[in-house]
């Protein structure tokens, strides 16, 4: 195993995190609010998932203690035990998050000897996942870094395996796993920090392999080979240096990349800015025009979505002093109802 980056000497560089460089890369406007702090909440099934990648953490931690859990129940039991120490709020969603994959994961882990275990979330030293790479071919230089949740030999000394854990209710894909910006800039970061073993020759591949621990599913490997690494490369030196152009950018002033797909799940949209002259910019730009509109109907349903949840969490239906109303008890409609088909009770 070689050293991680981060521990050899090198030149102070600005550091490029993996998920930032990739939300710079979609949206620098979204990505500027989040860093001047405008974006501060985090969702329940982001916090809960945290606690679920600590505990998991913490038993790959034990395992490799000499008096370790190993069996398939100790491991189990391990696996209860520590989940039941997250945080109080988040305490029955993490449950939730993790139970039904409690005997997949200590098959993973029952079936991997110690000295397998290559690198994985929260590991120290040699076993830190915290992997990094320096971009010093172009300007300016920066270091891109990302966190592996699980990595491991297989019986090819060419081929590595990694396992990531998700936590809600999303499900991968082949086609999702192989396009995905994270598990490609992993493919780029451990053929960078790892040889084959004994030969110390360059690796082949990098199986993927991510577990739904929320719904006890895993999907089949996903292999990542040399061939794919100059683009996977090319991506992410771009994916970092546009992070690297829009620091310190003021987030009124950085680009918007609206589109429908993006700004329907954007955690800016609220306060996503729009323009102050709609008519003189339609005149002028019709299709910035367009795009302004398209961020109006996103910031819209941002709130549409902030009052539903009020209305879902106090029981009644938001009224204005207008006498405009937002909820369930919307009477009746007047209109005179359509001739059509039916069946009588008695039918």
């Not at 953490?57 to 034990?62: L, N, P, Q, S, Y």
């Not at 039991?77 to 994959?101: F, K, Q, Y």
């Not at 690198?119 to 891109?144: E, M, V, W």
Request: aromatic letters at 8%.
């Amino acid at each position: 195993m070689s050293e991680l980056p981060f521990e050899q000497p090198s030149p102070d560089l600005p550091i490029v995190y993996r998920s930032s460089a990739q939300g710079y890369a979609e949206c620098p406007a979204r990505e500027r609010y989040r860093d001047e702090g405008h974006i501060t909440a985090v969702g329940e099934l982001a916090e809960s998932g945290e606690e679920v990648h600590q505990a998991i953490a913490r038993v790959i931690e034990a395992m490799l203690e000499p008096e370790g859990p190993r069996s398939r129940g100790d491991i189990v039991d391990a696996l209860r035990s520590e989940i039941l120490t997250a945080r109080t709020d988040l305490l029955p969603d993490a449950v939730n998050a993790i139970e039904r994959s409690y005997w997949k994961l200590a098959d993973l882990f029952g079936n991997t000897h110690f000295e397998d275990i290559i690198c994985y979330d929260g590991g120290r030293g040699k076993r830190s996942s915290q992997l990094a790479i320096d971009f010093t071919n172009i300007k300016p230089h920066f270091r891109f870094s990302s966190e592996i949740d699980f990595l491991r030999s297989t019986a090819s000394p060419s081929v590595l395996e990694e396992w990531d854990w998700k936590t809600g209710h999303k499900f991968h894909t082949e086609a999702s796993i192989i396009n995905d910006f994270q598990f490609q800039s992993h493919w780029l970061l451990v053929s960078e920090t790892f040889k084959q073993r004994e030969s110390g020759e360059p690796l082949e591949a990098l199986d993927v392999r991510v577990m739904n621990t929320r719904h006890g599913k895993a999907t089949w490997n996903v292999r990542f080979t040399r061939d794919m690494l100059p683009a996977i490369r090319a991506r992410v030196q771009a994916a970092g240096s546009e992070a690297m152009r829009w620091r310190g950018v003021a987030a009124e002033e950085a680009e918007t990349r609206p589109t429908r797909e993006k700004c329907r799940i954007c955690d800016a949209a609220a306060i996503c800015r729009v323009a102050d002259s709609d008519v003189r910019q339609l005149v002028t730009d019709p299709g910035a025009f367009l795009e302004t509109t398209l961020a109006i109907q996103e910031r819209v349903d941002a709130r549409k979505e902030l009052m539903a949840g009020w209305v879902e969490k106090s029981g009644t239906d938001i009224v204005s002093a207008e006498g405009n109303a937002f909820g369930f008890d919307k009477p009746p409609s007047n209109r005179k109802p359509s001739k059509s088909f039916y069946e009588t009770t008695d039918a």
